[in-house]
């Protein structure tokens, strides 16, 4: 009996929680980070590899704070919000240390292949094969923590991105890569899917306290 009640509870607590952040903006924030692949290296030939990046921190200080603005005024009014749980918790503290762990590996076999690379030799595929692994890794953990099915799917798309840039840059269909191309595209299918989300919320009417009568 008391299984079933904590098996009951914990269900309880996952449908809460997936109610409140299912709004679409976990994949709206995805869409914006997204987009650096797409357009950084566009900018890199005019204004080179440190400014193509860093004049994305004010793009992405400016979409943080939209999405804060949208959460408070939009969506906790209506869906309204909810405090991490000690399993959740103990659950994103676990997945963050796993984000952590890819990370480091990652940033290891890029060193590696750095000091190795060889232009046109095999070497050339370590970067897009890295990236697509950090993709998938790093969106499955995240689909993981926050209950999110469809990040599977982002993180399948995203780990896909790499090797067809590459593949399409190899047989000269595009330039830098194919970034702008493949991460131009994911970009707008997940801000359109997280546009749709957050549709949905605001047409919910948010509830009323307490009565007038």
């Avoid at 749980?85 to 480091?104: D, E, G, Y």
Wanted: net charge positive.
């Amino acid at each position: 009996m008391n299984r079933n009640i904590a098996q009951d509870l914990s269900k309880r607590e996952r449908d809460a929680f997936v109610s409140v952040m299912d709004s679409g903006l976990s994949d709206i924030l995805l869409a914006s980070f997204t987009t650096f692949f797409a357009v950084a290296p566009l900018l890199s030939d005019l204004l080179g590899d440190f400014w193509s990046s860093a004049v994305f921190i004010p793009f992405w200080i400016a979409v943080f704070l939209v999405v804060s603005a949208i959460r408070k005024n939009v969506v906790i009014p209506r869906v309204g919000q909810v405090r991490w749980s000690a399993p959740r918790q103990k659950k994103l503290k676990t997945t963050s240390w796993a984000m952590l762990a890819v990370n480091v590996v990652v940033f290891v076999i890029g060193l590696v292949a750095l000091l190795n690379y060889r232009p046109n030799g095999s070497s050339q595929w370590v970067y897009p094969t890295a990236l697509s692994l950090t993709m998938l890794v790093l969106l499955s953990i995240g689909a993981y923590a926050l209950s999110l099915p469809r990040f599977y799917f982002y993180a399948i798309l995203l780990a896909i991105c790499p090797a067809v840039g590459e593949y399409l840059f190899q047989e000269g269909l595009a330039s830098h890569h194919g970034f702008p191309i493949v991460f131009g595209i994911a970009s707008v299918v997940i801000a359109s899917i997280g546009l749709l989300k957050l549709a949905k919320v605001v047409k919910l009417d948010p509830p009323v306290i307490g009565s007038t009568d």
